[in-house]
């Protein structure tokens, strides 16, 4: 599946609903620059319409006439529907815009598919190559043009709206729900759009290699980036935006505080809105901190180490967004975002370890209460013998591989790393002579479960466990000889 | 739907076939056809005279497929390869005469022989599976397969295949000399006529399009995956090496892992197949340092040295 279908539709309703947004907001703060609702119905179409014609129609050699005829369709109808008025001017800008960006995306989406053209299929074929070739020929790296834009617009966005909710023009306004319901459709709209023009670039690289990843993988990847965005809306809509008291203003007030009077803390003071901040009266004269104890230091490290906890949080949390988006390429990330998904990836290891070392600690357990005796702790740490084997958690063939292995490498037939399993049975085989078969077929039903889709089942599977079950034995009685070769020459 | 099962009865009588004309050359045969189903191309750097041409004939012919063989000169032109315009007086009109590349199992005698002109109006057919002459472009007939050779020991007179163009070979693999047994099979074997004159198809090149689709849904696990690529780095970073397997590299050797297992009637790939293909997919594509040159060091070498240190990352034991 191609996602390339629906990329100029997600152009389009963003940059309709960016539009709109300003224009909203330009109403609020001027009103006789307030837009009538069928706008949203021009803006909304010539983008869409613009997006989808320059991403499958336009070409270099697309006649001006019919370019024209394309934006006259949208200009003509609003001329007289604006009462052919100064109004014409404001709308009828905010139309074209709407056209210009639509255009802009749609000759993107373009030039991504042309990646082949431009490079040859053997340079597209490698994604370092064409991120190279691209920034060596002057242009951003495709999916960096929909970042630019999205932050661009965020940006502008974010800035009309502190104004406007400064001066107190959105709280009771009428415009006030159409305003969230237009930010929320930009926001998901550029967020999916983001995702989607990075999916859309790996299917072009893919075809271009000819590589044939899992179909399911476009289906996985809308599924995730929705679950993001739902996480983005609730957070936007329905989490405090005051993260009180762990703001800079209080952090830095208690500090200072802390700073000038020891131990005393000041209450941070409840304020009105407009209201400023109001700091301590020795603020005023900076003299030698009075009776500065251990105790303030103390606090100031745990508030630094809050903020630093804090950060890293939100570091991971922003880390696992780019690294879901990214994927494999999170290892072109450079900056803040390379930062995050570092923060990630190192909260992801560290919950990991320490999964690891809970189940260590839950399988070691059992054993050590299973096995008390006069050598305490290195009995039980100690593997469990033939009888009690079967009965561990881990019981599969994998885990059977690992004691063969652990069992075989204290007689000196080690496992090594660069072995594969095939050559460590093939290793065992030569020891053990007699047992090829036996060897062999646990071997071989070991790959299919390591390495096979489809792993083994019922029969087979039991087989397999009793052929390793079987080596298991000859390795331990293999130590027996030893033992007694031993023996015999020490006696 | 292709299966591979398919691809491994496949297999199992092509060497059968070819192994009819090729006495004892199993491994390079089983090569071949790896790089056959994965699209790609060969070098086989060989002395003269160890049955290259017969190898590429008996492919050809076991597959039904056209074959045509140049012979690689300093004066040979692109145009010699490629196909020319002529005009034709009674049409009144300039018509394209198909050059040797338009077949599909293409032997490149000593390409190191031709100019890099020469070498490099390869690389368009070998890389995009077309040529262009005057200004149109042909598309080559699949599956298409070029098998270059050249010798290792004698440079004189020679342009040697510059780095890029090496990287555009999918495998090399050398033919060597037969054992004494061997030898005496192939003299009685060409007593009365040349085995090759009776090489029939067993399958056809629609069927190997097939073939190769099927190999791509080759089941790699993550691990193997991980591996391949851990090798394929590692290739950049060791002492002896200027410039390591780059990532169409990588990419080589995932398809023909893929390519081998279903040889071997597997749906899935092990660190074997890395292992085995490590050494003719890598060893050619790797620019070893001057004074490593100089002390005789092979790349080869250097791949089988990788694969004794970079971890198979099977199980954790600790």
């Known amino acids: 599946m191609s996602v390339k279908g629906y990329l100029p539709a997600l152009a389009g309703i963003f940059s309709a609903s960016v539009l709109l947004l300003g224009a909203l907001y330009a109403g609020l703060f001027a009103p006789a620059l307030a837009v009538p609702p069928w706008l949203w119905a021009f803006l909304l179409g010539s983008a869409v319409e613009s997006a989808y014609f320059a991403a499958y129609l336009l070409s270099p050699r697309t006649p001006w006439t019919v370019r024209l005829l394309e934006l006259g369709f949208w200009l003509v109808p609003l001329y007289f529907l604006a009462g052919r008025s100064w109004r014409f001017l404001w709308l009828g800008g905010l139309t074209f815009l709407s056209w210009l960006l639509g255009r802009d995306y749609g000759a993107q989406l373009r030039d991504m598919e042309r990646v082949a053209d431009l490079l040859g299929d053997q340079a597209a074929s490698t994604v370092s190559w064409e991120y190279e070739a691209l920034e060596s020929q002057g242009q951003s790296p495709a999916v960096e043009f929909f970042w630019r834009r999205l932050a661009g617009f965020g940006l502008l966005m974010a800035v009309l709206a502190s104004a406007a909710h400064r001066r107190g023009l959105v709280e009771g306004s009428h415009l006030a729900w159409q305003l969230k319901l237009l930010g929320g459709i930009a926001l998901c709209a550029g967020l999916t759009l983001q995702g989607g023009a990075y999916l859309f670039r790996l299917q072009m690289l893919w075809s271009c290699a000819k590589a044939e990843p899992d179909p399911a993988l476009p289906r996985v990847w809308m599924r995730n980036l929705g679950l993001i965005l739902l996480a983005l809306l609730v957070l936007v809509y329905l989490a405090p935006v005051d993260y009180s008291p762990l703001t800079a203003e209080t952090i830095g007030r208690l500090v200072m505080g802390l700073l000038q009077r020891g131990w005393e803390m000041p209450v941070p003071q409840e304020r009105s809105a407009g209201e400023r901040p109001q700091f301590p009266q020795e603020e005023a004269t900076y003299g030698e901190p009075q009776g500065l104890d251990v105790a303030g230091l103390v606090f100031l490290i745990i508030s630094f180490l809050l903020l630093a906890i804090f950060t890293a949080i939100i570091l991971a949390v922003v880390g696992f967004i780019l690294v879901e988006l990214t994927k494999a390429e999170v290892e072109r990330l450079r900056g803040l975002p390379k930062l995050a998904a570092a923060a990630y990836a190192a909260l992801r290891k560290a919950l990991a370890e320490l999964s690891a070392l809970l189940r260590r600690v839950k399988l070691q357990l059992p054993q050590a209460r299973r096995t008390p005796g006069p050598l305490g702790r290195d009995q039980g740490a100690a593997p469990p013998g033939p009888g009690a084997r079967m009965h561990l958690p881990e019981r599969g063939i994998r885990a059977l591989l690992r004691r063969i292995a652990r069992e075989a490498g204290k007689k000196g037939l080690a496992f090594l790393p660069s072995q594969t399993p095939w050559e460590y049975g093939k290793l065992l085989q030569r020891r053990l002579g007699s047992q090829e078969d036996l060897i062999a077929e646990f071997f071989q039903g070991y790959q299919a479960v390591r390495y096979g889709a489809r792993g083994l089942q019922g029969a087979a599977e039991q087989r397999v466990l009793a052929a390793g079950r079987e080596i298991l034995k000859k390795i331990e009685a293999l130590e027996g000889e030893e033992q007694s070769d031993s023996g015999t020459r020490g006696g | ?318």
């Open chain 2, 1 to 318: 739907m292709t299966q591979v099962h398919e691809v491994a009865e496949f297999g199992r009588q092509m060497m059968e076939n070819i192994g009819s004309v090729m006495v004892g050359k199993e491994t390079a045969t089983r090569m071949l056809l790896v790089a056959l189903l994965s699209g790609g191309h060969v070098l086989v750097e060989d002395v003269p005279g160890v049955g290259k041409t017969m190898l590429a004939r008996a492919l050809a012919a076991s597959i039904g497929g056209s074959f045509s063989r140049i012979q690689c000169t300093p004066d040979l032109l692109p145009s010699d390869i490629t196909g020319l315009s002529v005009y034709d007086q009674r049409a009144g009109d300039f018509v394209f005469r198909p050059g040797p590349l338009m077949s599909q199992i293409v032997l490149a005698d000593e390409i190191n022989r031709a100019t890099p002109r020469t070498q490099s109006s390869l690389l368009e057919a070998m890389g995009e599976g077309q040529v262009t002459v005057d200004g149109q472009t042909y598309r080559l007939e699949q599956p298409f397969l070029v098998m270059a050779t050249q010798n290792p020991v004698e440079f004189e007179g020679t342009f040697p295949l510059p780095e890029a163009q090496l990287d555009r070979f999918f495998l090399s693999l050398s033919l060597g000399y037969p054992s004494v047994s061997q030898e005496k099979e192939v003299l009685y074997r060409l007593q009365e006529r040349h085995p090759i004159e009776d090489v029939a198809p067993v399958t056809s090149p629609e069927q190997v399009r097939l073939l190769q689709q099927a190999i791509t849904k080759v089941y790699v696990e993550e691990s193997v995956a991980e591996y391949l690529v851990r090798l394929v780095q590692a290739t950049r970073t060791h002492p002896q090496v200027q410039l390591g397997a780059s990532p169409r590299g990588s990419l080589a050797l995932f398809r023909a892992a893929q390519a081998l297992a279903a040889l071997e009637g597997r749906d899935y790939v092990l660190p074997d197949d890395v292992k085995q293909l490590a050494v003719p997919v890598l060893a050619h594509r790797l620019t070893l340092k001057a004074d490593s040159i100089l002390r005789g060091v092979q790349p080869a070498a250097v791949v089988r040295d990788l694969l004794r240190q970079v971890p198979v990352g099977a199980e954790e034991l600790n």
